[in-house]
């Protein structure tokens, strides 16, 4: 015959299993809030990466309209600069711009010339 649990001890066993789920449940809490802490200070870092390159490029734009007023101050001209290939300090390059795509062969086949649609309609 089994033996009949005494009431201490079912509260001892139910204890330890409540423990056991309380644990659980503080590590992920633990762990959330680490995810976090990570997330705020890469955001952090990120921010102060784009600020510190973003001042880069400021010196180095204006060390860069510097070296064009010097050479302006040089003699040189701006027309005679833009036929070297220069263009003026603080104007960016325009992008190239991509050719147009040819189309298939199988969409020029599928529509008629102009001029045989033309000659349909009048009959001749």
Do not use: C, H
Request: hydrophobic content about 35%.
């Amino acid at each position: 015959m089994a033996k009949e649990l005494s009431p201490q001890e079912a509260m001892e066993r139910a204890q330890r299993a409540l423990d056991d789920r309380l644990t659980s449940v503080r590590e992920l809490a633990e762990s959330r809030q680490k995810l976090a802490n990570v997330r705020e200070a890469s955001a952090a870092r990120i921010a102060e990466v784009e600020r510190e390159e973003r001042e880069k490029v400021a010196a180095a734009e204006r060390d860069d309209a510097r070296a064009y007023s010097s050479t302006i101050d040089a003699g040189w001209t701006p027309a005679e600069l833009r036929k070297i290939g220069f263009t003026e300090a603080g104007k960016k390059r325009a992008p190239r711009q991509r050719a147009a795509r040819k189309s298939s062969s199988n969409e020029a086949a599928a529509t008629p010339p102009a001029d045989a649609s033309e000659s349909q309609s009048y009959g001749g």
